[in-house]
């Protein structure tokens, strides 16, 4: 990786926009206090940059602030294409409690390794999860790279996928329930 883009400042939404299922303003569901994004889960839909990318390495450094009962989940999402609506297609990292690291072709989005599968089931993480326990702090990383997508979670290899339909688009994350925090997002270019 060359040159670090940050994609969230810590002040503000600069270069940024949502899509939901409800009719609320984002601020209802985004916050940002202290130099750390806070999202409540409510409504769902997600938050996406205004630029396109590819060929990248993201991080994204984030925790669930409690969990309950479909309460639990959230996720990144790559390769986002517009129009913005729940769900686009794109390429996501699930964030469920439990389950960081499996892989969501969304929206007819679609890869090798996933043919076959209807859009509900998910290519699932090797191993048993990596995440570390509610209220610490979990680094989401994804490699980008042509139509390959390789998943870690907290510096484990959990997942990857090649051959994929969509290999650029916009960055996102999801408001799925979930009650998140996000303190730092963002991807190093690939040469």
Same mark, same amino acid.
């Given at each position: #990786?060359?040159?670090?883009?940050? %994609?969230f ?5 600069n270069g940024w ?5 409800g009719t609320n303003? /984002?601020?209802?569901?985004?916050t940002i ?8 889960g409510? #409504?769902?839909?997600y938050?996406?940059?205004? *630029?396109?990318?590819r060929?990248?390495? %993201?991080?994204?450094?984030?925790r669930? &602030?409690k969990?309950?009962?479909k309460? =639990?989940?959230? +996720?990144?999402?790559v390769?986002?294409?517009?129009p913005? *609506?729940v769900?686009p297609?794109c ?6 409690? =439990?389950?960081?690291?499996? %892989?969501f072709l969304m929206a ?5 390794e996933?043919r076959?599968l !209807?859009?509900n089931? /998910?290519? #699932?993480m090797r ?5 570390? /326990? &509610?209220?610490?702090?979990?680094s989401?990383v994804?490699i980008?790279?042509?139509d390959?997508? *390789?998943?870690?979670i907290? !510096? ?6 090649? +051959?994929?339909t969509i ?5 996102g994350?999801?408001?799925? +329930?979930?009650?998140?925090?996000i303190r730092?997002?963002?991807?190093e270019p %690939?040469k």
């Amino acid at each position: #990786p060359t040159n670090r883009i940050d %994609l969230f400042n810590g002040k503000d939404f600069n270069g940024w926009t949502f899509a939901s299922r409800g009719t609320n303003a /984002p601020s209802e569901t985004w916050t940002i206090t202290d130099g750390v994004i806070h999202c409540t889960g409510q #409504p769902i839909g997600y938050c996406r940059t205004e *630029k396109r990318f590819r060929d990248y390495k %993201l991080t994204v450094e984030w925790r669930f &602030v409690k969990v309950a009962a479909k309460a =639990d989940n959230t +996720g990144v999402l790559v390769h986002i294409q517009t129009p913005d *609506k729940v769900w686009p297609a794109c390429i996501q990292v699930q964030g469920k409690h =439990d389950r960081q690291g499996d %892989l969501f072709l969304m929206a007819g989005a679609e890869s090798k390794e996933h043919r076959g599968l !209807d859009a509900n089931t /998910p290519i #699932p993480m090797r191993g048993e999860s990596n995440e570390h /326990p &509610v209220g610490e702090w979990n680094s989401s990383v994804t490699i980008c790279a042509g139509d390959d997508v *390789k998943a870690f979670i907290n !510096d484990r290899l959990m997942n990857e996928t090649s +051959g994929c339909t969509i290999s650029s688009g916009f960055i996102g994350i999801q408001s799925e +329930g979930g009650e998140i925090e996000i303190r730092r997002m963002y991807l190093e270019p %690939l040469k």
